[in-house]
């Protein structure tokens, strides 16, 4: 079997050679393509300094500065490192990060949104001159010259239609094959019968024809979709850029030395070096050093935990104070950080049971506008045993109530506010996700790294005495823990100057001690100095044989929490506290923000289930969360929101992401989502109106094309205009 | 009304040009950073001879 498969392989062995040779050269020396970003360029002088900057580097063939998209992109030799190329920036003055190259694909959603744009452009040109050659059909052309404008007309038409129509189309078959109707149907129905009963028309030398208004429809309709594909364009590069920023990287042990590798490449078993301030790669088992780990994006525990030797470490831990090599036990999608993708895929299988408003109106009116049409075609034919005049009537009655105007009712009003959260540090990344946000009538907050930015802030410095205060100084400032940076702060602010002490020395997982007149002075752990554990976060100072002195912290708020859960309670809703750290700390901040509610030590899944719990209560739940923890709870929650600092899969899982550090437009958007989906609303209605106002002229048979064409004219320019109103 | 018979050709033709002329754009990426163009007109850099 296998030599059977084998053997037209080698028939030819020049031919296959040939090209993989090829490809082999020309993956041995792939160019660089380097992406940057650059949050603070802004002018003309910005973009030449930069490209100057980085043109004049020996082994760049080519940079370009995209000041839209705030990025410069660098085309270099295989040699140069993404490193270098920011460092020149940086030079030049500007602050550059570097970018994933590999998860920016803006070239595909680009090709997307160029090809419908391209069909928009061609139905506009057809459509103006159809309406052209239309204006003179109704001021009055007859005979001869009124066929020939109408032949026109449909040379024109006929290939644009085929042309532009063709996402229409594919929408429709597909909802059709499946045994649905969606939108589209009546959409291609419309526009495929128009067409046809036009021709049929012309051919008799009739005297009405609708290929003015089957192109200026789908015109309208193709506008209602670019714009609604351009605003999702913009929400997934801004969340594309915010991964891009994260480039995975590991340092790899081999034989001793030390190689950067992508996170991709390694492989169980591998020996990996992770430095202080970094985070964990992948699952795998401490080798050697000792260090204390954060572990508050996974579980919500703000006290930083021990590590030594033979201890398991988990993807997406940080560091904080000794190097430490792990050796890898579980990579890439086997890693726990991975795992909890499953969990997420449990909870999300909720929410795909929510149904956009667009769809509800399709559902009602698709089947609606059938059954009219159908019944317009079997009174007329009846009555008239007429089969021309009962297909034109029953044309009519679908072009008017074509949806124009409602395709374009919620595209519109999505734009419009999209546009304004952006503006306001808010990417909406799901299309439903402001509708979902307007019906919110509980919102549950997490509290590590979302109401609290995770870094710590001393509390008890007025209660502590000044020469211990001095000592602490002395000893945290040889440190780059967070909780001694935390003292190092407060005590510089306080305005106290460091103690002399000698022979510092960090111990890496338990604290920094040194030598103050004669005497040992240690600052670290509980369990170092002999202290008793405390629940909330602290760390001990002893001085020789002394009892330790306690030095106790809380998270730091971020900025915004409490205007963002002052505006939510003055709006009527209901905000909980749900987190992994400790009771006491829950407790503390609940009472600082004035949250009535709170839930302590939960676990992830107890999140989840307690915001199904919620849900089946008829509650609908905006989740605010940043962590690993929160992730299965983010994606079960009727909508979800969370900071540009979370972690990837935290991001992915949720709605809307918050692009600045504050959370106080949390409350804006709340208030403005409900003024979208008003808006929405109002644009159905509109289009009701101009239905119910225009179809009993269709069924009548006292429609002309320019009735149609003024009825969906005018109604699109309504539903727009009403959106812009949006405030 | 024989005056239609070149009218029509040519407004079909000035449009199709501008649709072709559009269409060109789109293709060659011209809608890809409409704010850094609009400053790069400011910038003097490739003043005194072409872009190599």
Redesign the interface.
Known sequence: MSTAFRAPVSACPACSAAPAAEALAARALPDARIALSLPTIHCAACISKVERALNAHPGVKSARVNLTLKRASIDAAPEVTAEEMRALVERAGYEAHELDAGTLSATATDRAGRELLMRLAVAGFASMNVMLLSVSVWSGAEAATRDLFHWISAAITLPAIAFSGVPFFRNAWAALRHGRLNMDVPITLAILLAVVTSLWETSLSGEHAYFDAAIALTFFLLAGRYLDHRTRAIARSAAEELTALEVPRATRLRDGAEEVVGVADLAVGDMILVRPGGRMPVDGVIASGTSELDRSLLTGETLPVFAGVGQAVSAGEVNLTGPLTIRATAVGAETSLHRMADLVAIAESGRSRYTSLADRAAKLYAPGVHILSALAFLGWYLATWDLRTAINIAAAVLIITCPCALGLAVPAVTTAASGRLFRRGMLIKNETALERLAQVDTVVFDKTGTLTTGTPRLTNLDALPRDALELALALSQASAHPLAQAITKAARDAGFAAAEVSEITEVPGYGTKGVFAGQEVRLGRASWVGAEARAETATFLKIGEAAPLAFTFTDALRPGAGEAVAALTRQGKRVILMSGDTTPAVKALAARLGIGEWLAEALPADKAARVAALAQEGAHVLMVGDGLNDTAALAAAHVSISPASALDAARVASDIVLLGNDLSPIGAACETAQSATRRIHENFRIATVYNIVAVPLAVAGLCSPLIAALAMSVSSITVSLNALRLR | ?NV?AYL?PI??IL??L??VF??YT??SNQ??????DA?????D?WDDRPRP
């Open positions: 009304m239609l029509i407004s079909l449009g199709g501008g649709l559009f269409i789109v293709r809608y890809d950073d409409p704010e850094g400053r790069r007109i400011l910038s850099d």
